[in-house]
């Protein structure tokens, strides 16, 4: 069956960085999209970006643009989002998702278990 | 930015109950870019409907999803114990956003 296993939790100070993968199983993992979502508490998801793990190309949100990047290797089936010059608003749970294509729409129909990022001094 | 309002913001309903959740977008949305996803406590979100209307893998027909335009509906059509949950709308027309939520929970 398909499954996303992310890594675990992290606690970083403000500054620094945070890369996060997401390795994933039980389908061809060049053949799907995956995104990056994350969920500060109490508040909706938030979508960062997300990379064709064919080719590596990345799409980032504009609120993101210029702190995430997002990579893969493709030999371990594995994805990375890193977050740098972390804030304490930046404290959340990050998720990977698949992105299933159905003619136009997309599908985001398997999620990694969340990894939660604290950002405190 | 297009900007997905969900109304109400909790919803106090008994099971076997219907809920009736929006989601209004700042601009029109074409409906094969919208979907819908149930958030549970320590879960990852779980997706229910895509392109407004169209339920996911396993999702039980008593989850509906309608609209066009700058208004689109999930349906409940009866509360079952395990769908007290808090539901997200989503858009793809341009970049991705995500309403605020709608929790529905136990009156």
């Known amino acids: 069956q398909v499954q996303l296993v992310q890594s675990g939790a992290e606690v970083k100070k403000p500054g620094a960085s945070v890369k996060v993968s997401c390795t994933t199983s039980?389908?061809?993992?060049?053949?799907?999209?995956l995104e990056w979502v994350r969920q500060v508490p109490g508040q909706g998801p938030e979508w960062m970006g997300s990379?064709?793990?064919?080719?590596?190309?990345?799409k980032y949100a504009e609120k993101f643009q210029g702190r995430v990047t997002l990579t893969r290797d493709a030999s371990i089936n594995t994805a990375y989002m890193e977050l740098s010059r972390l804030r304490s608003d930046d404290t959340a749970v990050y998720y990977c998702?698949?992105?299933?294509?159905?003619?136009?729409?997309?599908?985001?129909?398997?999620w990694g278990q969340g990894t939660l990022v604290i950002v405190s001094s | 930015e297009i900007v997905l309002t969900q109304s109400p913001g909790t919803l106090s309903l008994s099971p076997g109950e219907r809920a009736t959740l929006s989601c209004r977008a700042s601009q029109s949305v074409s409906a094969s870019y919208l979907a819908w996803y149930q958030k549970k406590p320590g879960q990852a979100p779980r997706l229910l409907i895509y392109?407004?209307?169209g339920r996911a893998t396993g999702i039980p027909d008593r989850f509906s999803g309608s609209g066009s335009g700058t208004d689109f509906t999930l349906t409940i059509s009866r509360l079952e114990p395990e769908d007290f949950a808090v539901y997200y709308c989503?858009?793809?027309?341009?970049?991705?956003?995500f309403g605020g939520g709608t929790k529905v929970e136990i009156k």
């Open positions: 989503q858009q793809h027309a341009s970049s991705v956003t």
């Open positions: 039980g389908y061809t993992f060049t053949a799907y999209y």
């Open positions: 392109g407004a209307s």
């Open positions: 998702a698949r992105r299933y294509q159905l003619m136009s729409a997309w599908l985001f129909d398997c």
């Open positions: 990379i064709n793990t064919f080719s590596g190309d990345t």
